[in-house]
């Protein structure tokens, strides 16, 4: 739009380009509408309320119901990775009767299943409090991981070479001292 409007007044021209006006009012509307949105932002607190409201009814999605409310990424992507047959649930018995269901990939060494147990551990103590710090080197220096009387000793061997499936048990059993 490159009309120009040109007024005569005593000899002298006077021009103005009307794409000049209409972008001095887009822009006035624009700052009008920036100020409106600025009035309108909710404060971080609703924000996490409006978020937090959304993932408890995801949470209630019958793939995603075993999970707890304060989920993590990386839960509801090993939930996934389960119902696609990409992971399995080891249940590793503790020796107060816990049960804890630690998911891992298809392809986990003992390791990884370690590794697991760590992470399930971190995130039930935040979740429920209790106790600040657990020193990982004591508890496998001091306990192993026995499956079927088989003792998995060996960090990089797979969990399928020692036989362990899906939903299979894993018992934390104490080491004996050597003298």
Known sequence: MMEELSQDTDGGGLSVKVE???NEN???MAA???DEEDE???PHSEILDIFEEGLAQLVQ???LCDLPIQVTLEEVNSQIALEYGQAMTVRVLKADGEIMPIV????ATVLDLKK?????MELKQQREGGVKHVSWRYVWRTYHLVFQGEKLEDDKMRLKDYGIR????VTFMKRLRKK
């Open 20 to 22: 000049e006006v209409e």
């Open 26 to 28: 887009l822009t006035e």
């Open 32 to 34: 009008l509408d920036a």
């Open 40 to 42: 309108e932002a909710l």
């Open 61 to 63: 999605d019958p793939l």
């Open 104 to 107: 891992v990939v298809q392809n």
């Open 116 to 120: 697991a147990i760590r992470r399930f």
């Open 166 to 169: 899906n939903r299979d048990e």
